[in-house]
């Protein structure tokens, strides 16, 4: 039978060699095979972009890929963004010092999502930020302090680029 | 939450998908999985089989040959979003990217896996309409090319045999300079639209038109062109009278009713939007010198 298979993948710089249910998504892989519990699910069918990870550097829904289709990818999830265990990327910085996060529910995929935007757009306007995060919902914050982190971070990486 | 249990399969080449599916019952092809995958997380489906091409040769690519962009069926939307060729050579589709489901949805979805979900309201679909793209299909008997009027079999159904698929989409390119436009309502942005509609426009020296597409999505079990406006537009002067008139003729339209939309909304939002359509076109007649 191919129900199983042993993948080999990177995540957030670390090997993993694993045998998976063929059907298990890659967010269930993340938070029951490797306990990494930050990337949140909410919806379960890509509404709601709680999830977001970054496959190859590329942000994506990991509640619509599967964990074998990963092997030999490198994912980044929001526990592999922040340079050591005492610093917090600027982005994170920045959502702490704006209010970005109250219930903290859908800030990984939020950060995951920004990391790629920064990176393609290092000096957006408000409204590309907007249209950048609708993907993602937050039911708390009413959007008005993510997008504040967001654009004080792009200043902040402009001037020292992580 | 969670997908039901099937086999997976990765072929490499395009023959070993065609010899998978002429041997496997009830497989279901995976392509960007950002339409399957929640289809299989609701159960909505439920395959014995899940064959992935993610990891097939020779299907992601974006080139110019023979006066049509050629992409193969596994490129990207995001990539085609990015790609200069497609910016500079079919702006309507560039346009119409934009309002394709988000940035973490476009990195996976693939032009290939949005043609044969076939959803009626699809900006990709309708962009296909628009252009009179041309679908390579592979299969046991080789490959075949279909015209896309012919690819829509009904609801949701493209005209593809269950031991088929897509391998390449061919998108014949107007004229440089060639005016366009790509507009839909939403309730939401990144929703499927309620009614989306698409115009390319070509005129003489003398502003007369020589060749126009208008394509109206979201209204029927497939987007649509309005040939009859193609018609009227024939030869004339465009006028925002003339786009006026011309596009009340959606009203007449067969729509779909559902929990998004009644009919006659419907009907309005094609007349409205077509007419918009076919005036920002208008404007952008000759400017693709400056692209």
């Known amino acids: ?162 | 939450m969670k997908p039901p249990p099937f086999e997976y399969h990765d072929p490499r080449t395009e023959a070993e998908v065609v010899g998978l599916l002429a041997r496997l019952d009830n497989a279901k092809l995976l392509a960007g999985g950002q339409s399957l995958m929640p289809m299989l997380n609701m159960r909505y489906v439920l395959p014995d089989h899940v064959v992935d091409l993610n990891r097939v040769e020779g299907l992601s690519y974006i080139r110019e040959a023979g006066g049509a962009l050629e992409i193969g069926a596994m490129t990207r939307q995001r990539d085609l979003e990015f790609s200069d060729l497609v910016r500079r050579r079919c702006p309507l589709m560039h346009e119409a990217l934009a309002h394709v489901g988000h940035r973490q949805t476009r990195n996976r979805g693939t032009i290939g896996g949005s043609l044969c979900h076939l959803d009626p309201a699809a900006e990709l679909v309708a962009v296909a309409t628009a252009c009179d793209a041309v679908v390579t299909v592979a299969g046991p008997n080789g490959r075949r090319d279909l015209p896309f009027a012919e690819f829509p079999a009904g609801f949701m159904m493209p005209s593809i045999a269950p031991d088929e698929f897509i391998i390449a989409v061919r998108i014949p390119l107007w004229a440089a300079g060639h005016g366009h436009a790509f507009v839909e309502f939403a309730r939401r942005h990144g929703d499927f639209a309620i009614v989306s509609a698409a115009a390319m426009l070509e005129a003489d020296g003398g502003g007369h038109i020589t060749r126009a597409s208008v394509t109206v999505g979201g209204v029927a079990v497939a987007p649509q062109r309005m040939r009859d406006i193609e018609a009227g537009l024939a030869g004339q002067t465009p006028s925002p009278h003339l786009f006026r008139e011309l596009c009340e003729s959606c009203r007449k339209l067969e729509a779909l009713e559902d929990i998004h939309a009644p009919a006659a909304y419907r009907q309005h939002l094609a007349a409205v939007l077509s007419r918009r359509a076919l005036e920002t076109a208008h404007t952008r007649l000759g400017s693709g010198a400056r692209r």
């Open chain 1, 1 to 162: 039978m191919t129900r199983k298979r042993t993948i080999a993948l990177t995540v957030n710089g670390r090997r993993y060699d694993k045998e998976v249910e063929v059907r298990l998504t890659l967010a269930d892989f993340l938070r029951h095979h490797l306990g990494l519990t930050g990337t949140h699910l909410g919806c379960e069918h890509g509404v709601c972009g709680a999830c977001t990870i970054l496959l190859d550097g590329r942000s994506a829904r990991s509640c619509l890929l599967l964990a074998v289709q990963c092997e030999g990818r490198a994912v980044t999830t929001v526990e592999g963004i922040a340079p050591d265990a005492d610093t917090l990327h600027p982005l994170q910085q920045a959502f702490r010092e704006h209010h970005g996060l109250q219930c903290g529910f859908c800030t990984p995929g939020m950060l995951t999502t920004l990391i790629e935007f920064l990176r393609d757009n290092p000096d957006p306007t408000e409204q590309e930020v907007r249209i950048a995060i609708s993907g993602n919902l937050c039911r708390c914050t009413g959007y008005q302090g993510i997008v504040a982190a967001a654009l004080a971070a792009a200043k902040r990486m402009q001037a020292a680029p992580v």
